[in-house]
């Protein structure tokens, strides 16, 4: 069974053609909560959605609000929005991303996750640009 396990390991990826569907990749795009940039009915995500999907690049699939910090008392306020993709092609998709997420006005700090050769990457707006696969370990950005 390892033998046969190990060939299979040493052939080409299956091709969309050959099982019905595309091989995906996943991504997070992480946006920071803002005081007087509320998004409260969640139209940046459909934006997103709708960019991707017009691009034949992928899909949202999810999101949500995730907590920053504990304060002091033990309160943790929500810190920024997790915004997650389905991709087909990673640059392609940072491409696009790094134009719609600019186009929609996210703020400085917004982050593009992805993987690159094994190790996990973010860009990370600094306006007017994107720094482009800055290193990231155990989900934090390294600063």
Not at 92 to 100: E, I, K, M, P, S
Request: net charge neutral.
């Amino acid at each position: 069974m390892a033998a046969l396990t190990a060939e299979r390991m040493a052939q080409p990826p299956l091709t969309p053609r050959a099982t019905g569907y595309a091989r995906t990749q996943f991504m997070v795009v992480k946006i920071p909560v803002v005081a007087d940039m509320d998004d409260l009915y969640h139209q940046r995500e459909d934006r997103i959605d709708q960019a991707l999907r017009a691009r034949g690049l992928g899909t949202v699939i999810g999101w949500g609000d995730s907590l920053g910090e504990t304060r002091a008392g033990g309160s943790r306020r929500v810190a920024y929005t997790r915004v997650d993709l389905d991709v087909a092609d990673i640059e392609a998709a940072r491409a696009a991303l790094q134009q719609v997420l600019a186009a929609l006005g996210t703020p400085a700090g917004t982050e593009i996750h992805y993987s690159r050769d094994g190790a996990s990457v973010a860009d990370v707006y600094a306006p007017p640009e994107w720094r482009l696969a800055q290193p990231v370990v155990r989900g934090l950005r390294q600063r």
